[in-house]
């Protein structure tokens, strides 16, 4: 079973070959990120442009890496939300294309449920990839932290999810990347936030978790509004004073001192709840997935306070890519989910879990 996946739910046109939701063939991701920079962050229509002008190619690329030609793929996987709608668009607009004039089934992906798949690809022939030598077993808890994501689920097994809790306001990605704007540091902000943070002291501030009813739910906004005020108080400013401007009143060290505490206090947020749902839940496995799942500090912190061993992915598969996609896809085709119309899927930017 070998499935083509097609992601362009954000600023990656991304497709790969994956055979039997296990073996990674090829991952192509052409991203407009440099694009985006000078406006410090994903501007829609210039995303949905570069997809439009990456997808064939890069399509044409996962094929081609994975010595595919289209008899051996026997199915297409395209993420149909959530994400921009203008470069969903082009996404689907392409898998339904190649469906219908390929003649192969389709299969509609919800990208955050993608994430938590890319954690089951456990062999590949490319390098440059360290992957899990096992895949995660059910009952499976997943932590999904991305730019627009925040979720933790428990899967009793594939396609039967409990979606236990989620954010309240800003994404943990999206706060990261807010907090290393306010710092002046270069988009995109997680990674570069997260290597600032490596010089810094994370006990220097001591900025709040939200307390919220809900036991597994987050909020990111109050931190990243606490991150504000103590840097206006840093530089003996108010809220006349223009929030992009503080960043050249900080010195290096002091730059380092609040991303390392702004880190630490919002990777301590997703890491308290993941722990609770453990001890509550007790799932055979745990996985993380989205792009902040990268993040050494939170695998760091994960792996020293969860009683099991969590088995990690390739950075690469963190942030968005095509593989996931065709993962999910394979286990979509093996478990006799049902195909979509490729005459008639539409988008859905809304999409939850
Ligand atoms: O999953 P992803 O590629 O796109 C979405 O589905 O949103 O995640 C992108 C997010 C961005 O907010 C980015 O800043 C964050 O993941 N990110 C990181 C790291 N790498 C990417 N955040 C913290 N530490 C990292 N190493
Ligand atoms: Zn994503």
């Keep these: 079973m070998r499935v083509l996946g097609i992601e362009s739910s954000c600023d990656e046109t991304a497709a790969a070959v994956v055979e039997d939701g296990t073996r990674l063939l090829s991952n192509v991701v052409a991203s407009s990120m440099d694009l985006h920079a000078k406006y410090g962050g994903v501007v829609p229509e210039i995303a949905a442009r570069s997809h439009i002008e990456s997808i064939t190619p890069v399509v044409e690329q996962a094929l081609s890496d994975a010595n595919c ?26 898998a339904r294309t190649l469906a219908i004039t390929q003649n192969k ?6 990208h955050v449920e993608g994430h938590v798949y890319a954690n089951f690809l456990t062999e590949t022939n490319m390098e440059g990839y360290v992957l899990p030598t096992e895949a995660p077993k059910f009952p499976l808890l997943a932590l999904i932290v991305s730019g627009g994501h925040s979720q933790l689920v428990l899967f009793k097994d594939h396609f039967d ?23 002046g540091l270069p988009y995109p902000g997680g ?4 290597k600032a943070a490596e010089h810094g002291n994370d006990k220097a501030f001591k900025f709040p978790k939200a307390k919220l009813e809900a036991p597994y739910d987050y909020s990111f906004s109050g931190p990243k509004t606490a991150v504000l005020r ?19 009143l900080l010195s290096e060290s002091q730059i380092a001192d609040v991303a390392a505490s702004f880190q630490r206090t919002a990777v301590e947020t997703v890491v308290d709840k993941t722990v609770k749902a453990f001890e509550e839940f007790s ?18 912190q994960l792996s020293e306070r969860l ?13 968005d890519n095509g593989a996931m996609i065709a993962t999910l896809g394979c286990y979509s085709a093996l478990n006799n989910r049902s195909t979509a119309d490729p005459y008639s899927i539409d988008i859905a930017p809304q999409l939850s879990m």
């Design 307 to 319: 009683p099991i061993e969590i088995h990690y992915t390739d950075p690469k598969l963190c942030t």
């Design 191 to 194: 990674p570069s936030l997260s």
């Design 161 to 183: 999810y409990k979606l236990l809790g989620q954010t309240h306001d800003d994404a943990i990605g999206e706060a990261f990347d807010k907090v290393a704007k306010i710092l």
């Design 283 to 300: 799932p055979a496995s745990v996985v993380i997935g989205g792009g902040v799942a990268a993040n050494k500090e939170l695998r760091k």
């Design 105 to 110: 089934p389709l299969y509609a992906i919800n």
């Design 230 to 248: 103590a840097v206006q108080q840093m530089c003996g400013k108010d809220h006349d004073f223009p929030s992009f401007k503080l960043a050249e």
């Design 69 to 94: 030609t289209w008899d051996d793929i026997d199915a297409i996987a395209v993420t149909y939300g959530a994400g921009l709608g203008g470069c969903l668009l082009v996404g689907v607009m392409t």
